[in-house]
């Protein structure tokens, strides 16, 4: 099989590739009775592919596999592909991606005024969203919720609500930085970058809200506190009749809230309906824009910038 002459075609985005040999060499070769001959061999790569991630985790991915032949010309060596060029394994499992469609291609290029052949095959990719859901859209919606609990509180309760706040803003902090660990770092936005910054967003608004409140309510307390300053006299505590309330000097009256109190309570009803709203309409068009209305051009020809992958392929 050695003696016999074999193109010597070579994967032009190949890293890494090998043969296998156990326990023999994974070669076979058939030669037809009208001098065809078939050449098989078993062969595992590592192959690179530029991604286009401005809609991961909802993206999908074309890869290509390119093969040419080192040193001969089209004049000496033409390749072509055969009339079923490649077939997907029905046992092939991918942990992320599920292969939607394998196409074959000619790609001939010419090199310093030389023509060589060139073959291709593009992989559509489309990723599993499982996981992401999962790990990150759902926990972030749950911290989102969490964070409108702050509303129905006491305007009173501060300790509550600052409790509940800083640790709503803290743990979508930490579940950004997870949602974004181990991804190779790129210079523009990704879907998933805009709904950590949407969820974080909602959640220190929340937070906001909360310092808008109690601003009010504080200024409520303070002139409380005032019209209630007892006056000394003599050791003894009693109410000056210069600092007590109107409505207190006469029965059958009680102290009427003032409007900034008021205005506290207010800004909490609204925002116990406007946060949700407002989170919802978000979710209707960042799920519209990135699942039906937008898809990037991906063109694997040109020098976009791009994520380089690694792609394993087993070939018989």
Known sequence: MDKIWVPDLYIINEKTAK???????????????????????????????????????????????????????????????????????????????????????????????????????????????????????????????????????????????????????????????????GLTVVSYVKAMDVWIFACLFFVFAGLLEFAWVNVSNRVESRRKSVLDLPSLVNGNAKRSPKTESPTSQREGFSFTPSKNREKARNIDRVSRFLFPAAFILFNVGYWLVYLVLWEPVIDKHSDSEGVTMTVNLNDD
């Open 19 to 181: 043969f296998h040999t156990v326990t023999v060499p994974n070669k076979m070769m058939y030669i037809y009775p009208d001098g065809l001959v078939l050449y098989s061999a078993r062969v595992s790569g590592v192959f690179s592919c530029m991604m286009d991630l401005h809609k991961y985790p909802l993206d999908k991915q074309i890869c290509d596999i390119r093969m040419e032949s080192y040193s001969h010309s089209a004049s000496t060596l033409v390749v072509r592909w055969r009339d079923t060029p490649a077939e997907i394994s029905s046992t092939l499992r991918l942990p992320q991606f599920d292969i939607t469609l394998m196409r074959s291609f000619f790609c001939d290029q010419q090199y310093m005024g030389i023509n060589y052949t060139c073959i291709g095959l593009d992989i559509h990719l489309e990723r599993n969203i499982g996981y992401y859901l999962t790990q990150t859209y759902v926990p972030c919606v749950l911290v989102v919720i969490l964070s409108w609990v702050n509303f129905w509180l006491s305007i009173d309760a501060v300790p509550a609500r600052i409790s509940l706040g800083l640790l709503t803003v803290l743990t979508m902090t930490t579940q950004s930085s997870a949602a974004v660990r």
